[in-house]
């Protein structure tokens, strides 16, 4: 079997060599970041995910006596109900999906 020998290489060729081979680390590298940032994303979007279908809730608002539901609305991520204690109107607000109460705001006339 006979041996060829390569000659050393000449020094435009080395660094041209050595330049190529840096291009190609970036190169590498960038496509890595790349990759990792997309799995990333979608990641996220999968472990962040609250569900397609929201879940059925069932909540009891307890009123104090006489009180009465005027109307109810709903008003971006919230529930708006409107409520009459003994002749004075109040405003309750909450959250949709938890229904936890987030405000109440009370009218009262003038004397």
């Given at each position: 079997m006979t041996d060829t020998a390569t000659p050393d290489p000449t020094p435009e060729q080395a660094a041209l060599f050595a330049r190529v081979r840096r291009m190609m680390l970036i190169a590498g590298l960038t496509t890595t970041?790349?990759?990792?940032?997309?799995?990333?994303?979608?990641?996220?979007?999968?472990?962040?995910?609250?569900?397609?279908?929201?879940a059925a809730t069932e909540h009891t608002l307890r009123l104090p006596k006489g009180a009465r539901v005027v109307s109810t609305a709903s008003a971006g991520d919230y529930v708006v109900v409107t409520l009459d204690i003994g002749g004075a109107t109040e405003l309750r607000t909450f959250e949709a999906k938890t229904l936890k109460p987030t405000g109440r705001l009370t009218f009262a006339t003038e004397p």
């Open positions: 970041l790349a990759v990792a940032a997309v799995l990333i994303a979608i990641g996220y979007k999968l472990f962040r995910a609250e569900g397609s279908a929201p």
